[in-house]
Each structure stands twice: as structure tokens, then as C-alpha cells.
Nanobody, 120 residues
Framework: QVQLVESGGGSVQAGGSLSLSCVAS????????MGWYRQAPGTERELVAA???????NYSDSVMGRFTISRDHAGNTVTLQMNTLKPEDTAVYYC??????????????WGKGTLVTVPS
């Protein structure tokens, strides 16, 4: 069974920084892309950043230049460094991984989410 567990959410003043981490564990054969989505109240879930197995990255326009995604392949971990946070970054952040388990067909797995709050 594959699990993704996020950590690092919290409340920070505008202009501040937070780092989110997500660890994938379980019967994992390989991990392709990993990344982060977010969902603010009353909105649809949106892609924030993604990173491929060969470390190519993709960012939404709204976080480009402020957020940095990285991976520790040996540790099955993806990290999102968030700088210059704005109130509009307030959301629940969800980690995902496109994972091939050892005995099942590959699919996208999700973490349960971690709340980031940037008061206005």
C-alpha cells in the first residue's frame, strides 16, 4: 500500500516563507512525477508545481519566481519552498505522486493535504 504524507503547513505573515514536504512510502517500484496542488475555499483544485523523474519542473504562473519545487529521489520526498507568500496563497496544499507500486498498475496517489494560511 502506498501512502503520501505532507508536513510543514501553518500560518505565516504576508511576505514570509514556508516549506512543505511530502514523503511517499509503501511498496513502491518507481515514482514518476511528483508535485503539489492547492485548493482554496470555494475554488477548484489547481496545480501549483510539478517535478518529473529527471527533475524537470513546471510552475503555475501565480507562483513562478516565488516557489521552488525539488525532489530527494532516494528518500521519495518532494519539497515545496514557498517564499514571499501572499494572502491569495492561502489554501489546502495536496501532494501527489505518479507511482508504480510493486504489484499493481501505476496511478496517481494523493496526500491528505496540509493547510497554509497567509492572513491579509
Amino acid at each position: 500500500q502506498v501512502q503520501l504524507v505532507e508536513s510543514g503547513g501553518g500560518s505565516v505573515q504576508a511576505g514570509g516563507s514556508l516549506s512543505l514536504s511530502c514523503v511517499a512510502s509503501g511498496s513502491i517500484f518507481s515514482i514518476n512525477a511528483m508535485g503539489w496542488y492547492r485548493q482554496a475555499p470555494g475554488t477548484e483544485r489547481e496545480l501549483v508545481a510539478a517535478i518529473t523523474s529527471d527533475d524537470r519542473t513546471n510552475y503555475s504562473d501565480s507562483v513562478m519566481g516565488r516557489f521552488t519545487i525539488s525532489r530527494d529521489h532516494a528518500g521519495n520526498t518532494v519539497t515545496l519552498q514557498m517564499n514571499t507568500l501572499k494572502p491569495e496563497d492561502t489554501a489546502v496544499y495536496y501532494c501527489y505522486g505518479d507511482i508504480d507500486p510493486e504489484v499493481k498498475v501505476g496511478m496517481r496517489y494523493w496526500g491528505k493535504g496540509t493547510l497554509v494560511t497567509v492572513p491579509s
